[in-house]
């Protein structure tokens, strides 16, 4: 064979291997690894290495280090404290919009999860990177019993201090009851994952 032809048949080869891994992706959704921890770190590290640099008075924070306070509003304004504001309890924060699909089709999951927590579990967190008349508008449609935050999308948004440099969502943090992050999560829960999760 010429090594012309051996190249063209080379570049076939993975076009078609390419190919083949696109379509599989989009009949049957991301990789499983991605559902791994292992997974979500090389996602959020390769997605942080490609982010824009966020404005210099914005404290990012890290896997393992406890989150620096900021605020944002609840839906009648208030502002609430984070993590200060429920410190003592373990805090599963879920940045969400009511205009993204994924967002929408994981809150009966973190519902549910947030519901089997009581008073001493894991408190859920909801913060909606929207306008609060759309959050609200939503919210009576399809209700949750957690609380839940606004916060207007940008370099300084809840989500980026929180680790999500990218601002994809929907994005899920863990913290621990002093306010460190204990893990990362980009995409949306599938059912029954949270309780593995969280854990």
């Known amino acids: 064979m010429k090594p012309g032809a051996t190249a063209k048949l080379l570049l076939v080869a993975l076009a078609a291997a390419g ?11 991301p990789s499983p690894l991605l559902q791994t921890e292992l997974g ?19 404290k990012i924070a890290e896997r393992g280090e406890i989150v620096s306070p900021f605020s944002v509003p609840n839906l009648g304004g208030a502002a609430v404290t984070l993590p200060d504001a429920y ?3 373990p805090v599963l924060v879920n940045i969400w919009a009511s205009w993204c699909g994924p967002c929408v089709r994981e809150m009966p999951e973190l519902d549910r999860y947030a519901k089997a927590q009581g008073q001493n579990g894991t408190q ?10 759309a959050v609200q508008a939503f919210l009576q449609r399809i209700p949750v019993s957690y609380p839940v935050l606004v916060d207007t999308p940008g370099p300084r948004d809840a989500g980026v201090r929180l680790g999500n440099l990218k601002g994809v969502l929907p994005y899920s943090v863990l913290l621990d009851a002093q306010g460190r992050i204990l893990k990362q999560k980009i ?8 309780d593995a999760w969280a854990d």
């Open 19 to 29: 190919l083949g891994v696109g379509v599989s992706i989009w009949l049957n959704g």
């Open 40 to 58: 979500q770190r090389a996602l959020q590290g390769a997605l942080s290495a490609s982010a824009p640099k966020p404005p210099a008075d914005v």
């Open 87 to 89: 410190t003592g309890r």
């Open 124 to 133: 859920v967190v909801g913060i909606a990177l929207d306008e609060a008349a």
């Open 187 to 194: 995409g949306p829960f599938r059912d029954g994952e949270i």
